[in-house]
């Protein structure tokens, strides 16, 4: 039988209008459970479940998110890699090594060379004659500070960490006062728990007559940890107390002299050089006539004075410096101790020092490897002699060297002098590190 078109075209009107209402009726009016794959539920503080939001909008207790599992899956990784990433820095924190911090106080001239010379700190400003000096340097696991200048004055230098160097002049009288009211203020320091750990970087007595800091030291009841002490010291126990380089006169401005190809390799037109205070009754003197009766005057530069000078003025600087740059060897006799500052100049632009290797009155230490024990235990390439009438035979045997050897000699001298600072740094680090911070 035939359905009339108008019949059926009727019948698919009715079935889509029936579809429509019954789709339209799920949607909003059937309350049956709809699976939680397909639904979040977000619950509104202080809104009953259904009803209306602010402003009149009407909202659903449930409303369906079809990418919840998604967004759960891709949130748990998310915060796995975080705590991942924070255990991952916390075990590199945890082996970094530890650093320290160490603040240095330059209350003597030495203070420079340990500085600059030795740990090669930079030191600002450049201005040798400024007021105030301060530089910061890393080596091995501390952070070195460094202050110095007139205007450094107690209770005034920026103290931001609890352990300190003290860098003090013990030579005479005057100097010994100063340096024990820089002692008695770092004291009060300690007892008020603001300073934990102290180290004296200390110019010795030339007789090794040292007696005023000894109260001081931590084994006498005192609160100094370490002394590193310039000149032979018979307390030196490479315990808690260390012997120091002397140094360069960094008080007559002597600066640091970084070696070059024409310092190493130029024709140096003297064979040695003496400039210097000639005292009566030393064996200065007996130099002096070594070299006027020797006739090798001509083949040395000399210049004698009878009274020590402080100070070297501008123009007396460069011609000692002039003189050890040209000469291939440095007279060195003995003064007050046997460890003088020409000895280190003269290393410092590859002259080799003659040294009088005598030792001189007082009450430093007189062991078989005394004076200078501590250049000897270096491997200082010194000559050594013990009377300057030694000296013509020496002078004889510079004027056979090749300019080949003698350049070879040079270079040696010069690398011995830079390995012996890098010795000296690394011990004094090593040193500071295990008896300041080997507890923590």
């Given at each position: 039988?035939?359905?009339?078109?108008r019949?059926?075209?009727?019948?698919?009107?009715?079935?889509?209008?029936?579809?429509?209402?019954?789709?339209?009726?799920?949607?909003?009016?059937?309350?049956?459970?709809?699976?939680?794959?397909?639904?979040?539920?977000?619950?509104?503080?202080?809104?009953?479940?259904?009803?209306?939001?602010?402003?009149?909008?009407?909202?659903?207790?449930?409303?369906?998110n079809?990418?919840?599992?998604?967004?759960?899956?891709?949130?748990?990784?998310?915060?796995?890699?975080?705590?991942?990433?924070?255990?991952?820095?916390?075990?590199?924190?945890?082996?970094?090594?530890?650093?320290?911090?160490?603040q240095?106080w330059?209350?003597?001239?030495?203070?420079?060379?340990?500085w600059?010379?030795?740990?090669e700190?930079p030191?600002?400003?450049?201005?040798?004659?400024?007021?105030?000096r301060e530089?910061?340097?890393?080596?091995?696991?501390?952070?070195?500070?460094?202050?110095?200048?007139?205007?450094?004055v107690?209770?005034h230098?920026p103290?931001?960490?609890n352990?300190l160097?003290?860098?003090?002049?013990g030579r005479?009288?005057q100097?010994?006062?100063?340096?024990?009211?820089?002692?008695?203020?770092?004291q009060?320091l300690v007892?008020?728990?603001?300073?934990?750990?102290?180290?004296?970087v200390?110019l010795?007595?030339?007789?090794c007559?040292?007696?005023?800091?000894?109260?001081?030291?931590?084994?006498?009841?005192?609160?100094?940890?370490?002394?590193?002490v310039?000149?032979?010291?018979?307390?030196?126990?490479?315990?808690?107390?260390?012997q120091?380089?002397?140094?360069?006169?960094?008080?007559?401005?002597?600066?640091m002299?970084?070696?070059?190809?024409?310092?190493i390799?130029?024709?140096?037109?003297?064979?040695?050089?003496?400039?210097?205070?000639?005292?009566?009754?030393?064996?200065?003197?007996?130099?002096?006539?070594?070299?006027?009766h020797?006739?090798?005057?001509k083949?040395?530069?000399?210049?004698?004075?009878?009274?020590?000078?402080?100070?070297?003025?501008?123009?007396?600087l460069?011609?000692?410096?002039?003189?050890?740059a040209?000469?291939?060897?440095?007279?060195?006799p003995?003064?007050?101790?046997?460890e003088?500052?020409?000895?280190?100049?003269?290393?410092?632009?590859?002259?080799?020092?003659?040294?009088?290797?005598?030792?001189?009155?007082?009450?430093?230490?007189?062991?078989?490897?005394?004076?200078l024990?501590?250049?000897?235990?270096?491997?200082?390439?010194?000559?050594?002699?013990?009377?300057w009438?030694?000296?013509?035979?020496?002078?004889?045997?510079?004027?056979?060297?090749?300019?080949?050897?003698?350049?070879?000699?040079?270079?040696r001298?010069?690398?011995?002098?830079?390995?012996?600072?890098?010795?000296?740094?690394?011990?004094?680090?090593?040193?500071?590190?295990?008896?300041?911070?080997?507890?923590?």
């Open positions: 039988m035939k359905i009339p078109k019949k059926l075209f009727l019948l698919i009107i009715f079935a889509y209008v029936a579809f429509s209402l019954y789709a339209a009726y799920n949607v909003f009016f059937s309350t049956r459970v709809i699976s939680r794959v397909h639904r979040v539920v977000k619950k509104e503080t202080g809104a009953p479940a259904g009803g209306f939001r602010d402003g009149g909008a009407p909202f659903l207790a449930d409303e369906w079809p990418w919840e599992d998604e967004q759960v899956e891709y949130n748990s990784a998310l915060n796995k890699k975080r705590e991942a990433f924070k255990q991952h820095l916390g075990r590199i924190d945890k082996n970094k090594p530890k650093r320290y911090k160490v240095i330059g209350k003597a001239a030495i203070g420079l060379y340990l600059e010379h030795i740990l700190g030191l600002n400003p450049t201005d040798k004659v400024a007021q105030w530089g910061e340097l890393q080596t091995g696991k501390t952070d070195f500070s460094f202050y110095t200048g007139p205007a450094v107690q209770g230098v103290l931001d960490m352990s160097v003290l860098v003090l002049n005479e009288q100097k010994v006062a100063y340096s024990t009211r820089w002692l008695e203020h770092v009060t007892q008020s728990h603001t300073v934990s750990h102290v180290a004296v200390l010795g007595n030339e007789h007559n040292n007696d005023w800091i000894g109260p001081h030291l931590k084994r006498n009841g005192g609160f100094v940890d370490l002394l590193f310039v000149y032979d010291s018979p307390w030196v126990n490479d315990k808690d107390v260390f120091w380089p002397l140094g360069v006169a960094t008080y007559r401005q002597f600066p002299i970084r070696p070059n190809a024409q310092l390799t130029s024709n140096r037109p003297y064979l040695c050089n003496f400039l210097g205070t000639v005292y009566k009754n030393s064996s200065r003197e007996t130099l002096m006539h070594v070299l006027q020797s006739g090798l005057e083949e040395c530069v000399t210049a004698a004075r009878e009274k020590w000078l402080p100070q070297e003025t501008a123009d007396s460069r011609r000692y410096q002039t003189a050890l040209q000469s291939e060897l440095t007279l060195c003995v003064g007050i101790n046997t003088c500052y020409r000895i280190y100049e003269a290393c410092s632009y590859g002259s080799v020092p003659v040294v009088e290797d005598v030792l001189t009155p007082g009450t430093c230490a007189a062991g078989p490897s005394s004076p024990r501590l250049l000897k235990a270096a491997g200082a390439p010194f000559i050594f002699i013990s009377d009438k030694e000296l013509p035979a020496i002078l004889e045997r510079e004027r056979s060297m090749s300019q080949e050897q003698r350049v070879d000699r040079r270079r001298l010069l690398e011995w002098y830079s390995g012996f600072r890098q010795q000296m740094k690394e011990r004094f680090t090593e040193v500071i590190e295990e008896t300041f911070f080997k507890s923590g």
